[in-house]
């Protein structure tokens, strides 16, 4: 079976195409992604604006497009912070079913952690020691304590990169007064993710998507590492933390010249590197790797075994 998964995030619209054999064989075909900034002017009035919500009808369009070349058999589609949480969000939705024929479902925040963490589960294969997954989308992140291949806890939370950017609007480059305000709000949003961590003891953070992968690239380029990463890459925390503070004193211009850092990530890295700093110092973890396997590879696993229907 040839399927199709289109996962329509906040800041990026990503699509995958597998064969899946019998006996839980898969083979992708094709994993690509395109910008599409759904948040782009703020979401005033809690709606997707014209230009990105057009853009990502386009976007949608052209993916389904690609998934019937490649003879897909199934169509699998999936939104999240973004068209769940705007008024015209429904909208978007109808629009792409009468243009396509394509059901998009759209997530709650448990299911999308739910799939970020069979994602990764996929990719390592065996998660046997107790792990914290973080995906930070553009509208929402999601955290998942893990052990023994079985979710312990696991929450969305409504701080994403783009509604970060939006709320704070830095000053270019960041001041420090601006990243104490913006660990204050982690402080005050975060107290569920702080109790769940006093019961389990986690020295492992395993990153998933756009963020995480930029911070990876950009080190790797520094580097002249060239090789794709297939599923996991781990960081060295002395080379993570030169990059952190060079991110934070840069201006946008700057970043904009960074090896590694894809063009639609530039406003919103810095934000994702605090977060990401702020985690690990708060909760005093030391190991940091990176899944490129997340949320449509979730939706994967679960078809490998048939708990999707087709």
Same mark, same amino acid.
């Given at each position: 079976?040839?399927?199709?998964?289109?996962?329509?995030?906040?800041?990026?619209?990503? %699509?995958?195409?597998?064969?899946? &054999?019998?006996?839980?064989?898969?083979?992708?075909?094709?994993?690509?992604?395109?910008?599409?900034?759904?948040?782009?002017?703020?979401?005033?009035?809690?709606?997707?604006?014209?230009?990105?919500?057009?853009?990502?009808?386009?976007?949608?369009?052209?993916?389904?497009?690609?998934?019937?070349?490649?003879?897909?058999?199934?169509?699998?589609?999936?939104?999240?912070?973004? @068209?769940?949480?705007?008024?015209?969000?429904?909208?978007?939705?109808?629009?792409?079913?009468?243009?396509? #024929?394509?059901?998009? $479902?759209?997530?709650?925040?448990?299911?999308?952690?739910?799939?970020?963490?069979?994602?990764?589960?996929?990719? %390592?294969?065996?998660?046997?020691?107790?792990?914290?997954?973080?995906?930070?989308?553009?509208?929402?992140?999601?955290?998942?304590?893990?052990?023994?291949? $079985?979710? @312990?806890?696991?929450?969305?939370?409504?701080?994403?990169?783009?509604?970060?950017?939006?709320?704070?609007?830095?000053?270019?480059?960041?001041?420090?007064?601006?990243?104490?305000?913006?660990?204050?709000?982690? &402080?005050?949003?975060?107290?569920?993710?702080?109790?769940?961590?006093?019961?389990?003891?986690?020295?492992?953070?395993?990153?998933?998507? #756009?963020?995480?992968?930029?911070?990876?690239?950009?080190?790797?380029?520094?580097?002249?590492?060239?090789?794709?990463?297939?599923?996991?890459?781990?960081?060295?925390?002395?080379?993570?933390?030169?990059?952190?503070?060079?991110?934070?004193?840069?201006?946008?211009?700057?970043?904009?010249?960074?090896?590694?850092?894809?063009?639609?990530?530039?406003?919103?890295?810095?934000?994702?590197?605090?977060?990401?700093?702020?985690? &690990?110092? &708060?909760?005093?973890?030391?190991?940091?790797?990176?899944?490129?396997?997340?949320?449509?590879? #979730?939706?994967?696993?679960?078809?490998?075994?048939?708990? @999707?229907?087709?």
């Amino acid at each position: 079976m040839i399927a199709a998964i289109i996962d329509c995030g906040t800041n990026t619209f990503n %699509l995958l195409i597998a064969d899946i &054999r019998p006996g839980g064989e898969y083979y992708i075909l094709l994993n690509t992604k395109k910008s599409v900034k759904l948040a782009e002017g703020g979401l005033a009035d809690n709606k997707i604006a014209k230009k990105p919500f057009d853009r990502g009808i386009n976007t949608f369009i052209e993916f389904v497009d690609i998934a019937r070349k490649y003879k897909a058999d199934t169509i699998q589609a999936f939104a999240t912070a973004a @068209i769940r949480s705007t008024l015209n969000g429904p909208d978007f939705v109808k629009k792409i079913h009468d243009k396509t #024929g394509v059901i998009i $479902q759209v997530l709650n925040g448990d299911t999308e952690a739910q799939y970020i963490f069979k994602g990764v589960n996929l990719a %390592l294969n065996n998660i046997n020691h107790p792990v914290l997954v973080m995906d930070i989308g553009g509208g929402s992140t999601e955290f998942i304590i893990a052990e023994n291949n $079985q979710v @312990i806890w696991k929450k969305s939370f409504d701080l994403g990169a783009a509604r970060l950017l939006e709320v704070f609007q830095p000053s270019d480059p960041i001041t420090p007064e601006q990243i104490e305000l913006v660990k204050e709000h982690f &402080r005050e949003l975060l107290q569920p993710l702080k109790a769940q961590l006093k019961n389990v003891r986690v020295n492992s953070l395993i990153g998933c998507s #756009g963020s995480f992968e930029s911070l990876a690239e950009m080190i790797r380029a520094d580097k002249n590492e060239s090789n794709p990463i297939e599923k996991l890459y781990t960081f060295n925390n002395d080379e993570l933390k030169t990059l952190h503070r060079k991110l934070l004193a840069s201006t946008e211009d700057e970043r904009r010249k960074m090896n590694g850092l894809v063009h639609y990530r530039v406003d919103t890295i810095v934000f994702a590197s605090i977060f990401i700093r702020y985690i &690990r110092k &708060r909760f005093k973890i030391d190991q940091l790797s990176y899944s490129s396997y997340a949320l449509k590879e #979730g939706v994967l696993a679960d078809l490998l075994y048939n708990q @999707i229907s087709e």
